[in-house]
C-alpha cells in the first residue's frame, strides 16, 4: 500500500512544473585532458618518426597510458556531458593508440606477424579517412580544434603514403608535420584550460 501511495505521490510531482527545471552541469570540461593526451604522445611518436631517436618503452608507456587510456577516459566524461563528437573522438583515438602499442609489441610477443608496408598503409589511410570526416565535423568549432583536426588528416595520409611506396623521405616528412599537429593539440588544451583559470582569453583559440 504504501509503495503504490509513492509511486503516486511521484507521479503527481513528476506532472508539475517543477518537472521542467533544468540541472545546471558543474563539472569540468574534460576536453583538455583528452588532448593533451593525444597532443604529447603525437609530439614524441614523431620526433621519433622524424629521426631524433629510436622507438622505445618511453613512447610505448605514452601511447598505453596518457594517449590511450587517458583519452578513453576524456570521451567517457564527454559522454556524460552529452558531447557526441567528444565521445566519438576521445575513444576513437584513445583506441588508436593502444591498438598502435599492439601492433608494435604482439608481433614481438610472438602473438601475430608483423604488418607489411601496405597492411600498415591501409591501417593509416582508414584513420586519415575517419580523421577528414571528424574534420568536418570541427567546421564550426574554434579554429585551433580545425587545424587539430586538418594537421592529423594530413598527418595519416602522409603516414599511409610513407609506408605504401616505402619512401623514407616521406616518413621523415610526416614526423615533422606531426609534431605540429601535437603543438597544436598542446595550445588548444593549455588555451581552454589558462583561459578558464583566468576568465579571460589569454590564448586566442580562434
Known sequence: MFRKVGK????LFMNTEDSNIKLKDLTGNPAPLGLMGFGMTTVLLNLHNAG???LGSMILSMGIFYGGIAQI???IM??????????VAFTSYGAFWLSLVGIIVLPVLGWGMAPEGKTMAAYLFMWGLFTLFMFVGTLKAPKSLQLVFFTLTLLFFLLALGDYTGNAAIGKLAGYEGILCGFTAIYTALGQVINEAH???????G
Open 8 to 11: 503516486w505521490r511521484l507521479k
Open 52 to 54: 631524433f631517436f629510436a
Open 73 to 75: 577516459i576524456a570521451g
Open 78 to 87: 564527454e559522454w556524460k556531458k552529452g558531447n557526441t563528437f567528444g565521445t
Open 199 to 205: 576568465k579571460k582569453t589569454i590564448f586566442p583559440l
